[in-house]
């Protein structure tokens, strides 16, 4: 997959987005290159992971990947799941370390994650949240474990129940925890930066200098 990144000195040049450079979407959000213009860049994008694997999805959709944009929704869910939860449980007052001690318990078997959303969303807000239905898991299970090839209309209509699990929770969470989804959203960045920082001072790291 190629996505578009806008080149920061093309666009203050134009006073808005004119150029953009494609680049193969990298796992970090970090992208350098030039842009057709020939400037350098290095751009840290801060695109949380449910929406990237979203916009992969669709992305697979336009290129006919059926299988592969399934996959992808089913991703995109399951990672939003992983952000909900990391929400929810800073406005419980669970500390980092704790966190992410029992997130490792759950972090390598999707239903355990499923289950946490679940109960730790109905507990803190006193209903079940909105999950992907018995026919739609099990399109997913036949696209993902038994190597069905959908049809476009499956993969729209899979791709419209991801989407609408995604917002009606994305809607509660900033309703009900705004101040909890933007510290999330805030430590995202920081790491980010951590990452392009890091980059940077490997790139231009000076070479020793040869012994005497």
Request: glycine share 6%; hydrophobic share 45%; proline share 3%.
């Given at each position: 997959?190629?996505?578009?990144?806008?080149?920061?000195?093309?666009?203050?040049?134009?006073?808005?987005?004119?150029?953009?450079?494609?680049?193969t979407i990298r796992d970090d959000g970090l992208y350098s290159g030039k842009c057709p213009q020939g400037?350098?860049?290095l751009v840290a994008t801060q695109t949380l992971r449910h929406e990237m694997l979203f916009e992969i999805a669709l992305n697979a959709i336009v290129d006919r990947y059926r299988r592969e944009a399934i996959s992808s929704f089913a991703a995109a869910t399951e990672r939003f799941f992983e952000f909900a939860i990391g929400v929810l449980a800073r406005n419980r007052g669970v500390s980092a370390?704790?966190?992410?001690?029992?997130?490792?318990?759950?972090?390598?078997?999707?239903?355990?994650?499923?289950?946490?959303?679940?109960?730790?969303?109905?507990?803190?807000?006193?209903?079940?949240p909105q999950l992907?239905?018995?026919?739609?898991v099990k399109l997913r299970n036949d696209v993902?474990?038994?190597?069905?090839?959908?049809?476009?209309?499956?993969?729209?209509?899979?791709?419209?129940?991801?989407?609408?699990?995604?917002?009606?929770?994305?809607?509660?969470?900033?309703?009900a925890c705004l101040d909890d989804v933007n510290a999330t959203l805030t430590e995202h960045v920081g790491e980010i930066a951590k990452k392009r920082g890091r980059y940077i001072r490997d790139r231009f790291r000076s070479p020793p200098r040869p012994s005497t």
């Open positions: 997959m190629r996505i578009n990144i806008s080149c920061p000195r093309c666009a203050q040049a134009a006073r808005g987005f004119a150029v953009f450079h494609l680049e400037h350098d860049l370390p704790v966190f992410a001690a029992a997130w490792k318990v759950i972090a390598a078997q999707s239903e355990r994650q499923l289950g946490a959303y679940t109960f730790l969303y109905s507990v803190s807000f006193g209903e079940v992907l239905s018995e026919r739609m993902v474990h038994r190597g069905m090839l959908p049809n476009q209309k499956q993969v729209i209509e899979f791709g419209d129940a991801a989407y609408e699990v995604i917002q009606v929770g994305i809607r509660k969470l900033r309703s």
